[in-house]
């Protein structure tokens, strides 16, 4: 969790839960500087969403196809920091290891590993800071939306286009049912008991 200093927060994680029932834990992140993050949903980690010798690329896009995701690629993660403005995004890591920050240069440095699922709401900040050498991540968007790469501030005109993103129909590992969908109508109904 971010530390406090002299009563100012250092780092823009706000909070962290975990969600035990789905092997998941949100983290809220604020605005830090040029990225926005997202005012409205948590990221999203999902430890083992896939576990073993059962975690592969195609394993993985099976899943994530099934649940409702398109997977569009197959790769690593950027090194430099980066948002996406126009779609939500899930990192399913098929093989390896890597050490990512999350939230922008002031966020928290998270370790995954293969069969580990990261949900990213559209404006969350993420940059590679290690990886293992067989490091392979499927990436996948939500039916009708197209990701962009951001690497500066959005105008007000695109921060409202990204606020009116609808919530994904579907949870990346449980389709149906998931910790995202919890979080989503937490989201749209705040004054509900926290999932």
Known sequence: MASVKGGWRVGSLLRSQPIEAYGATALWFG???????????????YTRAIAGAECTADAYERLLRGNGWLPQ???????????HSTAHEVLGVASGSAQVRLG?????????????????????????????????VVGAYPPGQRWDLRRDALSLAEHAAMAALPDPAT????????????QAAL?????SKEV
């Open 171 to 182: 949870d990346p590992v449980g389709g149906p049912r998931g910790a995202l969908l919890d």
């Open 31 to 45: 605005p830090a500087g040029w990225v926005p993050n997202s005012a409205r949903l948590p990221a999203l980690l």
């Open 73 to 83: 690629w197959r790769n690593g993660i950027y090194d430099y920091h980066h948002f």
């Open 104 to 136: 922008g240069p002031s966020g928290e440095a998270v370790a995954i590993a293969a069969g580990d699922c990261v949900f990213l709401p559209a404006g969350t900040g993420h940059c590679l800071l290690a990886a293992s050498p067989d490091l392979l």
């Open 187 to 191: 989201a749209r109904h705040p004054a």
